[in-house]
């Protein structure tokens, strides 16, 4: 109810766009001659109040189609559709046009505006800067986006106009690239004020953002073998540092309960008032401006599952173990489903739901129904699921309804526990990590949830990951494979994953075989187990196998060639209007 006051508020006064919080519509028309010389406060909002839907995605635009935040984990190893994703299987091409890629220059060519004549406003310089900090936020995002998709691309300082020899330069190095982008953020940090209002641009989001993109870019460099890695690694854990301070205010949200406040996080109608969230994007169906996140879970008209890699990864939580080597029934070796889900490090019951009916916690009812992982193979199929691991992540069934977008969840953009595992990683990645690091961070995550084993700077070698992560470079390999399980568990489904296997030079996650639930396992009976093995098949093993028997013939396995799949293609007609750009490598 405060959401849908604050918003109807705004939508009756004549300041619309500095209290709208779901979408920051553009002016009907800006004259660049007039607009600047005269721009009040409201005016110099109402410029940067455009960025917001384009570059803040959240659970996607509202009133749209999509999964929103995992839609990100689909091209990666964690999150699996049942229809092949297309890059995972490498069918994506070089694209003919810049329709629907990062190489779109709109938004960076805007922000170049602003930031070239914004001090002609009449406002005061703390008023003036405050609104090019925001700008400068988009800028750095909007390049950091494209630096993540295409590596070097061309750094535009001014405005570019048509005619101008500069619109068709060469790319510029990442490295040119991203000292800009550091300059510019931290610009925009020393400008922004601290939040005032969750889903507002303020120092605390360029804070956090400053800590993402350091974070890519110093491990980037690292384990694809480019000077400076150091330098964005010490600056992604100063950030983190900073941001984590008192003074902030953040904590972990804690929930009704440790059972249940990992869950609880992700399906708020409103984050002005948690602790854990930095920055949001809001939903309100009232206002038309709904979500269709829960349906879309729910329904499974794109059935959707974790895979058994990502399920694998939880630890289990009698010996605090992995389950390769905690010898418990259901862990190391098949029994039930039940078995295997149970007594496991408790985000996993918090993202993908148990069969078990007597835990009430954990089955996340809808209408007296259980997830249905009887029907995994039908697509439409209320509550099945691609892999057998339905996902209950994002999904709310108090919200549920037949009807599209009318769902309320806010979606988080940046939230502490991500900066809690940037200050952990980076540590790690420079050698310089401390038990005291780790309790403020990882461990702090496991006692949110009531998980009693505390991560130490010696853990005990996990062969599993060595072989998943055969590359680490640092002098402390066995913590940063943790820290990464950890990151991956923490962190499921919310779109970090690929980006995550691409920084730290790991290929071979990306080509492993995609596999679902043990279906000797997984209690059905007979019949839906001969449908299943019919549609889907099975390994030796006993494990679904998802894509192998249905796509025979057809690419039935994830593709990534190396180095051509780190990067994406440049569309080819850019490259045509450009001569002196060159396509990236294989493509």
């Known amino acids: 109810m405060k959401k849908i006051s604050i918003l109807t508020g705004c939508l009756m006064t004549l300041a619309l766009a500095s209290c709208d919080f779901l979408d920051r519509e553009p002016l009907d028309s800006i004259s660049k001659d007039k607009f600047f010389e005269t721009a009040n406060a409201t005016a110099l909002e109402q410029y940067c109040n455009d960025f917001y839907p384009k570059l803040i995605n959240g659970h996607g635009a509202p009133n749209a189609y999509n999964f929103g935040l995992m839609e990100g984990d689909f091209t990666s190893d964690d999150v699996l559709t049942w229809e092949r994703n297309t890059t995972s299987f490498g069918l994506h091409t070089a694209p003919a046009d810049n329709n629907n890629t990062e190489w779109k220059w709109e938004n960076i060519r805007a922000c170049n505006d602003f930031l070239d004549n914004y001090q002609k406003s009449p406002e005061s310089e703390a008023t003036k800067n405050k609104y090019a900090g925001i700008i400068l936020f988009f800028k750095t995002m909007d390049y950091f986006n494209k630096v993540k998709t295409y590596g070097d691309v061309p750094w535009f300082e001014h405005v570019m106009n048509p005619g101008d020899e500069e619109m068709y330069k060469a790319r510029d190095s990442r490295t040119v690239v991203m000292d800009n982008m550091l300059r510019d953020i931290d610009q925009a940090i020393e400008w922004l004020p601290k939040r005032t209002h969750v889903t507002i641009i303020s120092k605390d989001a ?34 983190a540092c900073e941001l984590m301070k008192p003074e902030y205010g953040y904590s972990l949200y804690k929930g009704s309960s440790p059972s249940t406040a ?18 949001s994007k809001a939903y309100e169906p009232s206002l038309n401006k709904g979500n269709n996140l829960t349906r879309q879970i729910f329904v499974g008209e794109t059935p959707i599952g974790l895979s058994k890699a990502c399920v694998d990864n939880y630890l289990c939580a009698n010996t605090g173990l992995p389950i390769s080597m905690c010898n418990c029934p259901g862990h190391t070796h098949p029994t039930t489903l039940i078995a295997e889900l149970a007594n496991r490090d408790p985000r996993l019951l918090q993202t993908t739901p148990t069969p078990d009916a007597s835990d009430v916690e954990h089955t996340y009812y809808l209408a007296g129904k259980p997830a249905n992982i009887a029907k995994l193979t039908a697509t439409g199929a209320p509550s099945c699921s691609s ?16 009807a599209h977008h009318q769902g309320t969840e806010d979606a988080p953009i940046f939230r502490l526990a991500e900066i809690m595992l940037i200050r952990a990683e980076a540590a790690a990645e420079l050698g310089t990590i401390t038990q005291a690091d780790l309790d403020a961070t990882v461990n702090a995550l496991r006692d949110r949830v009531g998980f009693t084993f505390h991560l130490t700077t010696s853990p005990t070698v996990d062969p599993k990951l060595v072989e998943e992560y055969p590359n680490v470079s640092s002098t402390n390999a066995t913590l940063v494979r943790e820290i990464r399980r950890e990151r991956r568990v923490e962190l499921c489904a919310e779109g970090f994953r690929y980006d995550d296997i691409r920084r730290w030079a790991c290929a071979n996650l990306l080509t492993a075989p995609r596999l679902g639930v043990n279906l000797s396992a997984a209690g059905f009976n007979e019949k839906d187990l001969e449908s299943v093995k019919e549609v889907a098949g099975v390994n030796k093993e006993g494990y679904m196998t998802i894509y192998s028997k249905r796509y025979i013939g057809k690419n039935p396995e994830p593709v990534f060639e190396d180095p ?15 001569p002196n750009l060159v396509q990236n490598t294989g493509w």
Not at 213 to 226: A, Q, S, V
Not at 262 to 279: K, W
């Open 206 to 239: 360029a804070l956090a953002l400053k800590a993402r993109m350091c974070l890519f870019e110093g491990t980037w460099r690292r384990y694809h073998k480019i000077e400076g890695d150091t330098k964005f690694l010490q600056e992604a854990y100063n950030a």
């Open 564 to 578: 051509k799949h780190y990067l994406f293609a440049i569309p080819t007609n850019e490259i045509g209007k450009a």
């Open 387 to 402: 892999t057998g691991y339905p996902i209950i992540k994002y999904y709310d069934p108090a919200q549920y309804t037949a």
């Open 262 to 279: 990992y869950y609880e996080l992700f399906i708020q109608a409103d984050y002005e008032t948690n602790p854990e969230v930095i920055l």
